[in-house]
């Protein structure tokens, strides 16, 4: 089972160019989400999603935008990327049936912005 | 707002020894609460989970008991592995997984 699968594993950027993070589950889970990982900071979350055309903000989501067409996949978007958000970012999804709690992690992307 | 606040490591330890990392949240309710164990270059992954007070959750060895009058979650482990190294979250969820919060993590060196 291929489970979250996050592409790239790493990536640098210069200041002021734009990615998208992809992310995609193959276990038919409604809700999907973004963490970004600092040190001494544990995981933040970025924006999620309860379900396909459904999104929102969660606690940091300045500089970033997301969609959710379709429910296997959930990229996360740079517009325009800052030395601030060079992180370790973590897609991470749910049956967020209010039983099944527990998330599933992708293996994570290193991101570096110069 | 809730959050959750576990100790800071690094925690070093020789094989065998006893375990405990410390976590206490601030939440109104009951909300479910989780110990996620993260392998360097992996991501997070689920060691245990209780859902209410008084409730003990238990994997590989790992024990963590809710307690809602000290709103305390703490992790526990009789004799550690140099395998247990790894960095370990303590987090909280009120509905389905949906907006899951994290602590800051506390890293875990056992040396042999």
């Known amino acids: 089972n291929a489970g979250v699968t996050q592409t790239p594993k790493f990536q640098v950027l210069k200041t002021g160019q734009s990615m998208t993070l992809q992310c995609a589950q193959d276990m038919n889970h409604e809700y999907m989400s973004w963490y970004r990982q600092d040190p001494g900071m544990g995981l933040r979350l970025i924006h999620y999603s309860v379900g396909a055309g459904i999104t929102d903000q969660g606690e940091v989501p300045n500089g970033y935008n997301v969609s959710r067409s379709t429910t296997e996949d959930f990229p996360l978007r740079l517009l325009s990327a800052a030395p601030s958000q060079t992180s370790v970012y973590f897609c991470?999804?749910?049956?967020?049936?209010?039983?099944?709690?527990?998330?599933?992690f992708g293996s994570g992307t290193q991101l570096s912005v110069l | 707002g809730d959050s959750v606040t576990q100790m800071e490591g690094p925690v070093t330890l020789s094989e065998e020894a006893f375990l405990t990392i410390n976590c206490t949240y601030t939440a109104t309710g009951y909300p479910s609460l989780f110990w996620y164990v993260q392998y360097p270059g992996e991501g997070l992954q689920l060691l245990l989970k209780a859902t209410k007070a008084d409730d003990k959750g238990s994997n590989k060895g790992f024990e963590a008991t809710y307690r809602k009058e000290t709103t305390s979650f703490h992790l526990e482990k009789g004799s550690v592995q140099v395998s247990d190294s790894a960095v370990y979250f303590c987090a909280l969820s009120r509905t389905g997984g949906f907006k899951t919060i994290f602590g800051a993590g506390t890293r875990l060196f056992v040396k042999a």
């Open positions: 991470a999804s749910s049956y967020g049936d209010g039983l099944n709690e527990k998330l599933f």
